[in-house]
């Protein structure tokens, strides 16, 4: 299998489904990460089961992307050893030279507010029944 083109990676949405290599379903997506405006595929973070903490893929053992559903270059044995997925840092916002003292300092002393979008149980078992979104 070949590594994803950029543009299909940003695609993928949470909820979708995860294959191993062999075609075996073991989970869905929880998280993209990267930079889309940079075009950089980081990975997935994959949830084997509601109440299991999720397990990150790099960008590299992502094979097959295809409209709902990630296919790994992993079979099942390999993705059971990956790693719990960690919330990366918050990033720093640097304010330009034209920003106030005031506007500065305030800055320097907030404290970063909750990444948007975060993954609570709820929302979890909300993606993982396929619910989440719906009203």
Same mark, same amino acid.
């Given at each position: ?35 889309? =405006?940079?075009?950089? /595929? ?11 903490? +999720? @397990?990150?893929?790099?960008?590299? =053992? ?11 270059? @992993? ?9 719990? /997925?960690?919330? +990366? ?12 003292? @005031?506007?500065?300092?305030? $800055?320097?002393?907030?404290? +970063?507010?909750?990444? +948007?979008?975060? =993954?609570? @149980? ?6 993982? /029944?396929?619910?989440? $979104?719906?009203?």
């Amino acid at each position: 299998m070949t590594t994803p083109d950029p543009v299909s990676w940003l695609m993928i949405e949470p909820g979708w489904t995860v294959e191993a290599a062999g075609g075996e379903q073991i989970g869905r997506v929880e998280e993209i990460t990267g930079d889309s =405006n940079a075009d950089i /595929f980081d990975g997935l973070s994959i949830a084997l089961g509601v109440l299991r903490r +999720p @397990l990150y893929v790099a960008s590299e =053992n992502v094979g097959e992307i295809v409209e709902g559903r990630v296919r790994l270059t @992993l079979d099942r044995t390999d993705v059971d050893r990956l790693g719990e /997925f960690v919330e +990366p840092p918050a990033q720093e916002e640097i304010s330009g030279e034209k920003a106030s003292l @005031l506007e500065r300092t305030e $800055g320097a002393v907030e404290q +970063p507010s909750a990444r +948007p979008g975060r =993954n609570t @149980l709820t929302r979890r078992l909300l993606e993982w /029944f396929g619910r989440a $979104g719906r009203r």
